[in-house]
T-cell receptor, first 112, second 113 residues
């Protein structure tokens, strides 16, 4: 199973840009790199995913280098409501069933 | 609203009791999953169902059984609850390809005393 490495925790002040980097040393060729966000007492929520280069949506940007051995989730101008745990994972990009393997994630604390 | 609905939200059981956690999705997804999450841990896969009529074990299946009743519903049963099964349980589903990720339910917080 693909293993990821990411910092256990990060602190940031409101209004700053936050970058969370994840290591994907053995990501499979067919896997997307995907990120989820989890608030206390809620299920994880899909944020963004990509295969390579840069992907941007209304919530975040995702940067993936050509070798795909890492990825960086960028949250612009964070607010208190961005305090959550963020998980990076490899997710199969083809048709059919696939299982997500969650690590412990990165706990982001946004400070006023 | 489209999504994954889990019931109940909270449950306290005595050791040895049985119960079924219910999950339903209205997004016409084929694949459904049950995960558990323990304090300070990521989520661990218990069972999954790739399509109606099929189920497979995940990482931590011992002590659980599942039923894929139809395309919408995927239930998780604890036949004889143990304190080690105290956890938060999440049901999830995803569309035919990985394009849009999983959709998770809001969870069932189970305490076994």
């Amino acid at each position: 199973l693909a293993k990821t490495t990411q910092p256990i925790s990060m602190d940031s002040y409101e209004g700053q840009e936050v970058n969370i980097t994840c290591g994907h040393n053995n990501i499979a060729t067919n896997d997307y790199i995907t990120w989820y966000q989890q608030f206390p007492s809620q299920g994880p929520r899909f944020i963004i995913q990509g295969y390579k280069t840069k992907v941007t949506n209304e919530v975040a940007s995702l940067f993936i280098p050509a070798d795909r051995k890492s990825s960086t989730l960028s949250l612009p101008r964070v607010s208190l409501s961005d305090t959550a745990v963020y998980y990076c994972l490899g997710a199969y990009s083809g048709a059919g069933s696939y299982q997500l393997t969650f690590g412990k994630g990165t706990k982001l604390s946004v400070i006023p | 609203n489209a999504g994954v609905t889990q019931t109940p939200k909270f449950q306290v059981l005595k050791t040895g009791q049985s119960m079924t956690l219910q999950c339903a999705q209205d997004m016409n997804h084929n694949s459904m999953y049950w995960y558990r999450q323990d304090p300070g841990m990521g989520l661990r896969l218990i069972y999954y169902s790739a399509s109606e009529g099929t189920t497979d074990k995940g990482e931590v299946p011992n002590g659980y059984n599942v039923s894929r009743l139809n395309k919408r519903e995927f239930s998780l049963r604890l036949e004889s609850a143990a304190p080690s099964q105290t956890s938060v349980y999440f049901c999830a589903s995803h569309p035919p390809t990985g394009d849009y990720g999983y959709t998770f339910g809001s969870g069932t917080r189970l305490t076994v005393v």
